[in-house]
């Protein structure tokens, strides 16, 4: 754990663990586990040697910005492009000379607030204005292999509980045929990204950011000015037409009527 992560949020709910950064699910003796554990624990080797890593000269640079004294995701910044933080092997670091590459490693934004919602259960307000391009959270929880989220999604759909995996899809840069996939669980362990609701007009997007793991953080960022007392939302996805369940309760003028599910394609 990073000394410099401050997280000071809780849950309402005592049956939910808070915890700050993902964790590795439950060893099930599988083969995927094995891997999986050896991809958590596995450290990213890509350490800059800056002497002030202020911009795309630094290895990890060009995706933040600083505007209005805060630093904020970059707007000119390629869609593809891949977020890499300056970690604690990186020579700004050690000298702790200026580094405009790390973000989402000191935690989430302050001025959220989980709010109880009549219609979808609780959800995520900010108190305070948010402007375009802010890092909100991390979507930390449980790493679970592909096999534990399909059994645990099936436990839920059976039950009518409400899902809180999230699967991540990445192209793999070594071949294009190759889908990364990361599945995140905040349902028992879990931060404050837990709470965001869906919308099919959402403020903010996910973009994956690694700093020191293979294992990418799903990190929420707001694509939009948000103001004070809005709800904070982003998409989960597409809808399934094979799998329409949920009604989506987004209110949004271009719902698409249905709640996405996970995809395990
Ligand atoms: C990640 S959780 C979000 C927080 C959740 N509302 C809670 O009370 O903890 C996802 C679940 O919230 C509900 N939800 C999220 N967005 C929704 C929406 N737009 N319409 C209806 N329900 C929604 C669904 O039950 C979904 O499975």
């Known amino acids: 754990m990073r000394i410099s992560l401050i997280d000071d949020y809780e849950h309402l709910d005592e049956d939910v663990e808070y915890i700050i950064e993902n964790i590795l699910q439950e060893n099930d003796n599988s083969g995927d586990f094995k891997k999986l554990e050896e991809e958590f624990y596995c450290i990213l080797a890509n350490s800059c040697d800056c002497i002030e890593c202020k911009n795309e000269k630094c290895s990890h640079g060009g995706s933040y910005e600083i505007k209005n004294n805060k630093l904020l995701l970059k707007e000119a910044r390629g869609c593809d492009d891949l977020i890499y933080e300056c970690n604690e092997n990186c020579f700004c670091s050690r000298s702790h000379s200026m580094c405009l590459n790390k973000l989402v490693q000191f935690g989430p934004h302050e001025g959220l607030e989980i709010k109880k919602f009549h219609d979808k259960g609780y ?67 879990g931060n404050i990204g837990r709470y965001i609701n869906h919308s099919c007009d959402a403020n903010c997007e996910i973009i994956s950011v690694r700093v020191d793991s293979i294992i990418p953080k799903i990190s929420i960022f707001a694509k939009r000015d948000i103001c004070a007392q809005q709800e904070i939302t982003f998409s989960y996805g597409d809808v399934d037409a094979n799998n329409k369940t949920k009604m989506c309760l987004c209110g949004a003028n271009i719902c698409k009527i249905y709640l996405p599910n996970i995809s395990f394609s």
């Open 123 to 189: 959800g995520l307000i900010t108190k305070e204005f948010i402007p375009k391009g802010t890092f909100i959270c991390e979507y930390a929880g449980e790493v679970l292999t592909k096999n534990e989220a399909f059994k645990r999604d099936q436990l839920n759909q059976a039950s009518n509980k409400m899902n809180y995996i999230f699967c991540l899809n990445e192209i793999s840069m070594t071949s294009k045929d190759e889908k990364i996939q990361t599945f995140i669980d905040p349902s028992r362990k």
